[in-house]
């Protein structure tokens, strides 16, 4: 196998992981419920749209915030840290055994950050445009917004627009907005190149690819730490997961792994929307398929299939298996898996 990346401190299982700790935390009650006011209007000179954005946002080459947003979290005079935000109890409630010894020890041992990790909107902002930009060469789309243009026409203001919410962090296509969980972000622990990776990489048409592609991406790009596991340990973690104890774990989960969204199993979907542990393991199990295929066979093919209407006969086509067989070559995969190899 490849070699694992050993870079910056990374990852994070995504806008999920938040999610569950968002649930039960007390969170800071202010989502972010403005609108994005974008002149659309064509009569509105560039020179307007220019003005407004310079007086109302903190912008970079490819973001913007607010400055009311912005200065409202006043990220100087935070005093939270990551310990107090997991709340270890709170968040530990129906995460599986096997799973839970790891995020003891990744809180013990490797998360230790006060504050947001920036002083200046620009120091963020910045540090977005890095991960457009190394995100967009990672998975080979540096033309990313000419999928917007398509849709949306030539003048579609692409520019991503951060604001922050007290429910878990999500990116909305249409509008290129990113949502941050707001406690998340105050104490270091966003998944930024998660949620960005979902606005360079739109519109798959399998929840499962895309979520997996965006944690590997939070893994290998990210500065911040996984709640959930690190590099070292997902395919370990997944193989606890496949054992014969943990199979009943989540009725239909691998059969949820690597399939258009449309087919999911019911039960998985409303769990990923719903249920902790179910969410945990649709992602982590994600993040594992999608990381053996990309290891594997090189992050181009990943892309063709991750872009496929159809995503059965683009499997067969680019990897000339059908999904039981790349599936079952995962598992192979996995259950062989030595941590130091
Ligand atoms: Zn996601």
Not at 87 to 114: A, F, M, S
Not at 133 to 160: C, L, P, Q, T
Request: with cysteine; hydrophobic share 35%.
């Amino acid at each position: 196998m490849k070699k694992r990346y050993i870079m910056i401190i990374a990852s994070v299982l995504v806008m999920g992981g938040f999610a569950l700790i968002m649930t039960n935390s007390q969170l800071e009650n202010n989502p972010n419920t403005s609108t994005i006011s974008r002149s659309t209007k064509e009569t509105q000179s560039n020179i307007d749209k220019d003005n407004y954005f310079i007086k109302e946002y903190y912008t970079s080459k490819y973001a913007r915030v607010k400055k009311t947003t912005w200065d409202r979290i006043n990220v100087k005079d935070n005093e939270h840290s990551a310990e107090e935000f997991l709340n270890v109890e709170d968040y530990l409630d129906g995460v599986p055994e096997y799973i839970k010894k790891d995020v003891i020890k990744t809180i013990g041992d490797r998360i230790n950050v006060k504050g947001s990790g920036y002083d200046t909107a620009e120091e963020f902002l910045d540090e977005v445009d890095y991960y457009v930009e190394a995100i967009a060469k990672y998975i080979k789309r540096e033309n990313w917004k000419d999928i917007y243009k398509e849709r949306h026409g030539e003048n579609f203001d692409s520019v991503i627009t951060f604001s922050f919410t007290s429910k878990r962090s999500y990116a909305f296509y249409n509008t290129l907005e990113i949502h941050l969980n707001i406690r998340a972000f105050k104490t270091n622990l966003s998944v930024t190149p998660h949620e960005i990776t979902h606005l360079i990489a739109p519109y798959s048409s399998s929840l499962s690819l895309s979520e997996g592609l965006a944690c590997l991406i939070q893994d290998r790009l990210g500065k911040q730490p996984t709640l959930f596991h690190y590099r070292e340990s997902l395919f370990p973690l997944s193989k606890q997961f496949l054992e014969e104890e943990n199979k009943d774990f989540v009725e239909g989960m691998i059969e949820a792994i690597g399939v258009p969204t449309e087919d999911i199993p019911s039960n998985v979907m409303s769990g990923i929307n719903g249920d902790k542990t179910t969410r945990i393991a649709f992602y982590l199990m994600s993040q594992s398929y999608s990381t053996y295929l990309i290891d594997e066979y090189g992050i181009e093919k990943f892309m063709e299939v991750y872009y496929a209407e159809d995503l059965y006969a683009k499997y067969e086509e680019i990897y000339e298996k059908d999904i039981e067989e790349l599936r079952q070559q995962w598992i192979d995969y996995v259950m062989e898996y030595k941590a130091d190899n």
